[in-house]
């Protein structure tokens, strides 16, 4: 059975106070990881995919790097508007559906 | 490019009562998903659609839930009869495939019952 572990379950960073998130897995295949951010409110929102160990993506403040066994998710000097969220989540290379774990929560204050 | 659209937004029902959530998915993908994801939780897959074909239900509680998807665009997704562990915010995503293609989530329907 895939399982999806993330950590943090919440984050609270000042502004500019850069931090990672971390994401373990355990797939009897991967087909590829994903990273989505989630308001409040709002359906997740598809930030990266990472399909191998050793792959790295960047976007804005975040960087995403995957290992064989966990990804992390950097943010780098975070504003508030970083604040959400962040889900990641497996999908097994037997089939098309996404695992997930249940979140970190990052709080970033002014 | 218009997102994945659900209605209603919010319902709130009575245990035992029926509830239909509404997608509508973003053209031209093929591949369809419903997520239940309770408070706290990440989303958890209920029934994925290739077209209009069930591509894995194997998650659905098939004595209340039920799906479908018309002429392999819109979905519908209804609980009968809803219990109290149904509430939850059910979200609607389309891909343009099955595989390893970023899913396009919706902005939910929150359901409470009470």
């Known amino acids: 059975e895939d399982q999806v572990t993330q950590s943090p379950e919440a984050l609270r960073l000042q502004e500019g106070e850069s931090s990672s998130l971390n994401c373990s897995y355990t797939v009897s295949g991967l087909r590829g990881l994903f990273w989505y951010r989630q308001d409040p409110g709002k359906g997740p929102e598809f930030l990266f995919t990472l399909y191998s160990a050793g792959e790295e993506k960047e976007k804005e403040r975040l960087k995403a790097t995957l290992t064989k066994k966990e990804s992390f998710l950097h943010i780098t000097a975070p504003k508030p508007e970083d604040s959400a969220t962040y889900l990641c989540?497996?999908?097994?290379?037997?089939?098309?559906?996404?695992?997930f774990g249940k979140g970190t929560m990052l709080l970033v204050s002014p | 490019e218009a997102g994945v659209a659900q209605s209603p937004r919010y319902k709130i029902i009575e245990k035992r009562q029926s509830v239909a959530f509404w997608c509508n998915p973003i053209?031209?993908?093929?591949?369809l998903y419903w997520y239940q994801q309770i408070l706290g939780q990440g989303p958890k897959l209920l029934i994925q659609?290739?077209?209009?074909?069930?591509?894995?239900d194997s998650q659905l509680p098939k004595d209340r839930f039920s799906a479908e998807r018309l002429k392999g665009v819109d979905s519908t997704l209804k609980i009968q009869p809803a219990k109290l562990e149904d509430s939850a915010v059910y979200l609607c995503?389309?891909?343009?495939?099955?595989?390893?293609?970023?899913?396009?989530f919706g902005p939910g329907t929150r359901l409470t019952v009470t």
């Open positions: 659609f290739q077209n209009n074909g069930v591509v894995d």
């Open positions: 053209s031209g993908h093929a591949t």
């Open positions: 995503a389309s891909s343009l495939s099955g595989g390893a293609y970023e899913q396009y």
């Open positions: 989540a497996v999908m097994n290379s037997g089939y098309s559906t996404l695992t």
